[in-house]
C-alpha cells in the first residue's frame, strides 16, 4: 500500500541534504563545541555557520540567534526570560516595571501554557479573541495595551487553521508604545518569507523539524537590546542566555534545513498552495455539509483545513491511516485529546462541529497523484461513518 503524508504541520521528514549536514557531527567531528582543541573547533565552526545561515533566512544578525531545544523551550524562554527581567528592574526602578501580557485565544498551547504558569506567578495576562478567520485585529492590540505591559506574544501563523496573523502591524504599535513583542513562528519559517525587521519582532521563536530539519533543536531569535533573564544556568552557553553543551548535530541540521529552504521556498510555496487548493475545492465539491476553517488568502501555502459535520475527527483519521493516509484533526500536541480544539471554539464553531475537524498539510514530496488518492477516499470514509452516526439528518448519504 502506497502511503500518503499529510500532517507537515506536526513534523516534517528530515531532508536528505540535512541528513548528510548532520552526520559528521555524529561520527568523527564528535567534539564539545566549548573545547579549545581541533575537536573542538569543528563543533564550534558548525555551530557559527548555522548561525549565520539561519539569521540569513529570517534577516536577523547571528548574535541574535539563540540555539535551544524546540519552539516550545522558545516560546517559554521569551515570556519567562521578558516577564522576569522585568520584574527584577522593577526591583531596582519601579517606574520601570509592569506585570502585564497579551496574547490571543489560539496561540499554540507552549504559550498558552506559559501565561498560564506566568499568572501563578503575578502576571496579568489578556486573551485577545479573534474573527471567524482566526485572525486578531491590530486595534484590539493597540486598545488592550497599558502603562503596564510588558510584552504582546502573537503567533505569525496558527498551527490548526494556516490563518496567517497580521503580525508586522502589531509588531509596529509595540514599537511604538516601547513594548516587547514576540511572534512564535514555528509553523511559517521556511515555508513563507520571513523577515524580523519588518515584522517589527523583538523575539521570535522557530524549530527545526518543522522545516526538514531534525527534532529536539529550535532557535529564539533575540533582538539585540532587548532583555531576558535566562531559564537555565550552567556554563553561559549562548551569550549566557542558554547555557548547556550544544546540540552540534541538530544545529548543523537546523542550518542546513534554513539554506534549503532559501533555495527552495520560491519554488515551493506556490506549488504546494495549488495542490492545496485543489484539494480544499476537490474536498468542498464531493462532501455536502463542510467548513473551511482559517482564512481564504491569509493562510499558509500549505494548510487546508476543514470541519466535517456529523463525523468525529478521530474515526477520520483512524479510516485515513488504515487507508495510508496521515493526517490530523487539531493540532499535534492535542489530537489524543477527546475536548474541541481551543483554536475552532475560538473562532465561534460549536463543540460538535469542531470534534469533526480535519487537518491536511502538504510537503515537498506530495504530488497531484496523492491529492487524487486524497480525494477519492475521503468521501467515502465520511459517507460511512455519517451512515452511523446518530445525528446525521441524512443517513445512508455521502
Known amino acids: 500500500m502506497r ?12 531532508a536528505p541534504r540535512v541528513r548528510e549536514a548532520m552526520m559528521p557531527y555524529l561520527e568523527e567531528k564528535f567534539g564539545n563545541p566549548s573545547s579549545i582543541h581541533s575537536f573542538g573547533r569543528e563543533a564550534a565552526e558548525a555551530i557559527d555557520e548555522a548561525r549565520q545561515a539561519l539569521a540569513a533566512l529570517i534577516g536577523a544578525q547571528p548574535e541574535e ?21 522585568r520584574q527584577n528592574k522593577a526591583g531596582r526602578e519601579p517606574s520601570r516595571g509592569g506585570n502585564h501580557l497579551i496574547t490571543t485565544a489560539i496561540e499554540h498551547h507552549a504559550v498558552l501554557h506559559t501565561c498560564q504558569a506566568l499568572e501563578k506567578r503575578g502576571a496579568r495576562v489578556t486573551y485577545l479573541p479573534v474573527d ?6 491590530p486595534e484590539q492590540v493597540a486598545e488592550a495595551i497599558s502603562d ?6 502573537v503567533m505569525h501563523a496558527n498551527n490548526e487553521i494556516g490563518a496567517i496573523e497580521p503580525v508586522a502591524e502589531i509588531g509596529r504599535i509595540c514599537r511604538e508604545r516601547g513594548v516587547v ?3 512564535d513562528a514555528v509553523q511559517t519559517i521556511g515555508h513563507i518569507p520571513v523577515d524580523v525587521g519588518a515584522m517589527n519582532a523583538d523575539l521570535l521563536s522557530l524549530s527545526a523539524h518543522k522545516l526538514y530539519g531534525p527534532k529536539g533543536v529550535g532557535a529564539l531569535y533575540r533582538r539585540r537590546g532587548t532583555r531576558i533573564t535566562p531559564l537555565i544556568y550552567g556554563g553561559g552557553h ?4 542558554r547555557s548547556g553543551t550544544e546540540n ?15 533555495q527552495e521556498m520560491a519554488a515551493e510555496d506556490p506549488r504546494q498552495a495549488a495542490l492545496r487548493d485543489r484539494l480544499l475545492n476537490g474536498i468542498e465539491e464531493r462532501i455536502p455539509d463542510i467548513i473551511r476553517t482559517g482564512h481564504p488568502t491569509r493562510r499558509l501555502p500549505n ?24 493526517a490530523s484533526s487539531g493540532s499535534a500536541c492535542t489530537s489524543g485529546s477527546l475536548e474541541a480544539s481551543h483554536v475552532l471554539l475560538a473562532i465561534g464553531l460549536e463543540h460538535d462541529v469542531a470534534h469533526g475537524s480535519l487537518r491536511l498539510t502538504l510537503g515537498h514530496d506530495n504530488t497531484d497523484e496523492d491529492i487524487v488518492q486524497v480525494l477519492e477516499t475521503l468521501p467515502p470514509i465520511v459517507g460511512k461513518l455519517r451512515a452511523i452516526s446518530p445525528l446525521y439528518p441524512g443517513k445512508g448519504a455521502s
Open 3 to 14: 502511503r500518503i503524508y499529510l500532517d507537515h504541520a506536526a513534523t516534517t521528514p528530515v
Open 65 to 85: 540567534i539563540i540555539f535551544t531545544s524546540g519552539g516550545s523551550e522558545s516560546d517559554t524562554m521569551a515570556l519567562f526570560g521578558v516577564f522576569q527581567a
Open 132 to 137: 471567524k478567520y482566526g485572525l486578531v485585529a
Open 148 to 153: 503596564e505591559t510588558i510584552l504582546v506574544s
Open 181 to 183: 513583542f514576540h511572534t
Open 238 to 241: 549562548e551569550r549566557g542566555l
Open 248 to 262: 552540534v548535530a541538530g544545529i548543523a541540521g537546523l542550518g542546513a534545513a534554513a539554506r534549503l529552504a532559501q
Open 303 to 326: 494548510s487546508a483545513s476543514v470541519c466535517i459535520r456529523y463525523v468525529e475527527g478521530e474515526s477520520m483519521l483512524l479510516n485515513l491511516d488504515f487507508a495510508g493516509i496521515a
